[in-house]
């Protein structure tokens, strides 16, 4: 038992020598160290499960997690082994605003991923939702897409099919001409197969062979524009069948399906609110123990131990000040009052 307690002394950054002295704090600093502890070993398990949405990799997102958790646990300990109890409340908190900040955003940070993994079976559920909505929208948007491209081939067909019903009305009109004007019914009205029916035949039939190769040259065109729309069928049938099978299940996703669920179900909101302040609390609890808590007799001796060095720092510093001030006595007037004024800013 004793050894756990010492090691949660030492995640909260404590002095153990100093802790030993004082056994009337050993469960407060105990406490904050397992907080901190915790909050690591979340943090290990909040990274590693968001590494292993997209990497489908157990090692690598377990190594990633550990690291990650690793420099939360750090971050946390340094936050609250930083702190100095002082008789100013004001100083205290003026202190603890950013040590305070940077733990809600640890704690955020932190929470979204086992968000995610604690509304797994209802972000599952949304995420089937928003893959059919994607599906649908894709679908539509390649119909679309490729019937506005065959649309666009069919006019060509329409256009070339136009053409020769064009020229067929031409050549029908030149026959019906050269025709009535052999039956006397039109044209000059005397029924014989003059000169002028021979012009006329001679025109229908100069349109009937200029007929014959539009036909046939225009099938041509035909036929190769319904290969090239029956090859646009085929390319929507194979982009429709990659459109079935969505892959949007990732990190993002899954961050875009709770927050859908969230705005759409106010019990899960509440519940998702919840789960964030409990990180939140965990994460600032330390600093806030720390802040509460009234001067002990452990930040006594922390601040006396400070102190003491900082005094024999000074000591050192002031012995080395005399020292240089007597060798300046051999030099040069002007290098004196130089060494004199830089030893005399640098007192404080």
């Not at 950054?13 to 160290?33: F, Q, R, W």
């Not at 090859?231 to 982009?239: A, C, N, P, R």
Request: charge should be neutral.
């Amino acid at each position: 038992m004793n050894k756990i307690k010492r090691f949660f002394w030492l995640c909260s950054g404590s002095n153990l020598n100093l802790l030993d002295k004082v056994p009337t704090e050993g469960a407060k600093y105990a406490g904050i160290g397992a907080t901190i502890f915790f909050t690591g070993i979340f943090a290990t398990i909040a990274a590693a499960y968001a590494i292993f949405t997209f990497s489908d990799n157990l090692w690598i997102s377990s190594i990633i997690g550990i690291v990650w958790g690793g420099m939360i646990f750090n971050l946390d300990r340094y936050i609250v082994s930083s702190m100095r109890k002082s008789h100013s409340l004001k100083k205290e908190w003026t202190m603890a605003l950013p040590r305070i900040f940077l733990a809600l955003i640890i704690s955020l940070v932190i929470a979204r991923p086992l968000e995610l993994k604690i509304f797994e079976k209802e972000i599952k559920t949304e995420l089937d939702l928003m893959n059919t909505e994607i599906i649908n929208a894709k679908r539509d948007s390649t119909n679309n897409y490729y019937q506005g491209l065959i649309a666009a081939k069919q006019i060509e067909i329409d256009i070339l099919l136009t053409a020769v019903s064009i020229k067929q009305q031409h050549r029908n009109q030149l026959r019906s001409q050269a025709t009535a004007e052999a039956d006397g019914t039109g044209g000059t009205m005397k029924r014989n197969a003059g000169p002028i029916y021979k012009i006329k035949k001679a025109e229908a039939d100069k349109v009937e062979e200029e007929l014959a190769a539009l036909e046939s040259n225009n099938q041509t065109l035909i036929t190769g524009i319904r290969e090239q729309i029956a090859g646009l069928q085929e390319d929507k049938s194979l982009k429709l069948v990659e459109i079935e099978h969505p892959d949007y299940t990732g990190f993002a996703a899954r961050l875009e399906a709770l927050g859908r669920l969230t705005n759409k179900n106010a019990s899960l909101w509440l519940a998702n609110m919840f789960i964030i302040l409990l990180f939140i609390a965990i994460e600032t609890a330390p600093v806030l123990v720390k802040l509460i808590s009234s001067k002990g007799p452990y930040d006594y001796m922390l601040e006396t131990e400070e102190y003491t060095h900082e005094m024999d720092w000074l000591a050192k510093k002031a012995k080395l000040n005399t020292k240089t001030r007597k060798s300046a006595k051999t030099y040069t007037a002007q290098e004196s009052e130089y060494i004199d004024q830089y030893l005399t800013s640098n007192l404080h």
